[in-house]
C-alpha cells in the first residue's frame, strides 16, 4: 500500500512558505517565529530536558486523574448498568452534575488543594468521572442478555458474573471509553495548567509566551499536539489490535 | 396499580437520591466535617445566589459568559459548516486536507490561546478567537463526514437536474450533513462553555469564570460555588435547548 503524501503537502507547504515570507520580509516579532527557529527551540528544549519534566508533569497528574476519577466511574457505571433501579434513581442527580462544566471547578480546586499536582489531579478525575459513567453503564447495557441468563442458570454468584461474563463482553467498549477519556484528561491537564496550576507543559507554554520566547511556545504547542495525537494514534491502534472483531463493523468503531 | 406505581417509582426515587445528596450536603457543613471555608453550606450557596441575582451583579456576569459563549459557538458553526461543505464535496480536497485536520483536531484548544495572547493581546477579540478555534473541529469535522457519506446515487440526480454545485450543496448536501453537523454542534457548544470560562480566567473579561475565580482568591466560597452552580446551569439549559432543538429540525428523518 502506497502511503497517500497529499496529506503532508499541504502542512509542508505552508511551513516553507512561512519560512521564506518571514525571511523576505525579516519579520521579528514578539508573538511569530520562523519554522526553523521553532523547530530548533524545540530541539534545544528536548536536550537540556525541559520539555521531558513538564511532559512528566503533565501526563502524572493526567493519568493520575484519569485512575482515580475514570476508575470511580467505571465502578459506579458497571454497577448502574447491572441494576436498572440504581440507574433510575441516579438520572436526575447525574443529569445535574454532568453539565457542569470541568474548568469551573479550577477555583474550587485551587482553594482546597494549593498550587500542584493536587488541584489539577482533582479537576481531571471530575472530567474523566462523567465519560467513563456514561459510556461504561451503556456498555454493560448492550451486554447480551442471553449471556447473564447464562449465568444466573450456572448459579454464578454475583461477583463471578461481573468478572467472568459482564466484563469480558463490555470490555471492547469500556476500551472506547478509556481511550476518549485519555484524550480529555490530557486537554484538561493542558488546560488546568494554563489557566492556574504553576506546572507542566501548560504553565512552560505560559511562560514561554510571557516571556517573549515565539519560537519555545510555538514548539510547545507543537510538542503538546504530538504528544496528544500519539498517545491517541497508539491507543486507536491497540484498539484495533485487541478488539478488532467485538465491536460493531468489525473494524474496531472508528467513532 | 403496580404499573402505574412502577411508572411514578423511577422519577421518585430519582428525586429522592438528590435530595439526599442534599441533605449529606447540609449535614456535612453543619457538623463542619470540611471546613467551611472550602465548602459552604447549601443554604449559604443558595442566599449567595439569591442575593447576586437580585442585586443584578451575577445576572450581568452570567450575561457576559453566556453572550461571549453564544458568540464563539456560532461563528465556529458557521465557518464549520461552510468549510466542512466546501472540503466535503470535493474528493480533491479531502485527500489533500483532512490528514492535517486530524492531526489538529486533538490538540487542546486552550493551548492555542498563549499564541491568541501573543498575536491579539488579553481582549475579547481573543477570547472569542479562541472559542471559534475550539469550538470548529468538531463541527467541521462532522460536516465533512457528512458530506462525505452522501448516497453516490444522489450525485447523479444532482447531475441528471442540472444543479449547479451551490444547489447541490443547498438542496442535497446540506440537509444529507445536518444531523452530523447538529451533533457536532453539541459537542462545540461544551467546548464554547469551557473556553469561555478559560478565556475570562485568563483575560480578565467581565464573566462568571473571571467572578469566580476571584472569589477563591478572596477566601469567599458561597460567591464561588453560587457561581459554579450558575454555569452548571448554562451548560444544562444549553444543552437541553439545543437537543430540543435538533429533534425539531430532525423530525422528518424519523418518519
Known amino acids: ?255 | 396499580m403496580t404499573r402505574r406505581a412502577s411508572r411514578w417509582s423511577a422519577p421518585a426515587s430519582s428525586i429522592a437520591l438528590t435530595l439526599g445528596l442534599l441533605v449529606a450536603w447540609a449535614v456535612i457543613t453543619q457538623r463542619e466535617w470540611v471546613s467551611p471555608i472550602f465548602l459552604p453550606s447549601p443554604a449559604a450557596t443558595f442566599n449567595a445566589l439569591v442575593d447576586g441575582l437580585s442585586r443584578g451583579e451575577l445576572l450581568g456576569l452570567t450575561a457576559g459568559t453566556v453572550e461571549r459563549m453564544a458568540y464563539g459557538w456560532v461563528l465556529a458553526s458557521f465557518i464549520g459548516i461552510a468549510l466542512g461543505a466546501l472540503i466535503g464535496t470535493s474528493v480533491t480536497l479531502r485527500a489533500w486536507l483532512q490528514p492535517m485536520l486530524e492531526v489538529i483536531r486533538p490538540l487542546p484548544a486552550s493551548a492555542v490561546m498563549p499564541i491568541a495572547i501573543a498575536l491579539i493581546g488579553l481582549s475579547p477579540a481573543m477570547v472569542l478567537a479562541v472559542i471559534a478555534f475550539g469550538a470548529v473541529w468538531p463541527v467541521l469535522l462532522a460536516t465533512i463526514h457528512g458530506f462525505a457519506s452522501i448516497e453516490p446515487r444522489l450525485h447523479e440526480v444532482g447531475r441528471v437536474l442540472r444543479l449547479s454545485p451551490l444547489a447541490f450543496v443547498c438542496k442535497i448536501g446540506l440537509p444529507n450533513a445536518l444531523p452530523d453537523a447538529l451533533a457536532g454542534m453539541r459537542l462545540s457548544l461544551t467546548v464554547s462553555l469551557i473556553l469561555a470560562i478559560v478565556g475570562e480566567m485568563l483575560a480578565s473579561q467581565q464573566g462568571l469564570g473571571q467572578a469566580i475565580l476571584q472569589a477563591a482568591r478572596a477566601f469567599r466560597p458561597a460567591d464561588l460555588f453560587a457561581g459554579v452552580v450558575l454555569l452548571g446551569v448554562i451548560g444544562f439549559v444549553s444543552n437541553t435547548l439545543l437537543t430540543a432543538a435538533e429533534r425539531r429540525v430532525l423530525r422528518w428523518k424519523q418518519l
Open chain 1, 1 to 255: 500500500m502506497k502511503p497517500d503524501l497529499r496529506g503532508l503537502a499541504v502542512p509542508a507547504a505552508l511551513m516553507v512558505l512561512a519560512e521564506a515570507g518571514m525571511r523576505l520580509n525579516q519579520v521579528q516579532s514578539d508573538a511569530l517565529a520562523r519554522p526553523t527557529e521553532v523547530a530548533g527551540a524545540l530541539w534545544q528544549a528536548v536536550r537540556d530536558g525541559s520539555v521531558w519534566l513538564s511532559s512528566g508533569q503533565t501526563l502524572w497528574a493526567a493519568l493520575a486523574g484519569l485512575a482515580l476519577g475514570g476508575g470511580l466511574g467505571l465502578l459506579l457505571g458497571l454497577w448502574l448498568g447491572l441494576s436498572r433501579r440504581a440507574a433510575q434513581a441516579s438520572t436526575l442527580s447525574v443529569e445535574l452534575l454532568r453539565p457542569v462544566p470541568s474548568v469551573a471547578l479550577i477555583p474550587l480546586s485551587m482553594l482546597v488543594f494549593g498550587f500542584g499536582s493536587g488541584m489539577e489531579i482533582a479537576v481531571v478525575a471530575f472530567t474523566c468521572f462523567w465519560p467513563m459513567l456514561i459510556l461504561t453503564q451503556a456498555a454493560v447495557r448492550q451486554v447480551e442478555p442471553r449471556l447473564l441468563e447464562v449465568a444466573q442458570m450456572l448459579g454464578f454468584p454475583p461477583l463471578a458474573r461481573v468478572t467472568k461474563i459482564v466484563l469480558p463482553a463490555a470490555l471492547p467498549r469500556i476500551f472506547m471509553a478509556f481511550r476518549l477519556s485519555v484524550g480529555i484528561a490530557l486537554v484538561v491537564g493542558v488546560t488546568v495548567e494554563i489557566a492556574a496550576n504553576p506546572q507542566g507543559l501548560g504553565y512552560a507554554l505560559m511562560n514561554a509566551q510571557q516571556s517573549l520566547r515565539p519560537d519555545l511556545m510555538f514548539a510547545l504547542v507543537l510538542w503538546i499536539g504530538l504528544m496528544g495525537w500519539g498517545l491517541s494514534a497508539g491507543l486507536l491502534a491497540l484498539q484495533h489490535r485487541w478488539f478488532r472483531h467485538s465491536l460493531p463493523g468489525g473494524t474496531g468503531g472508528q467513532s
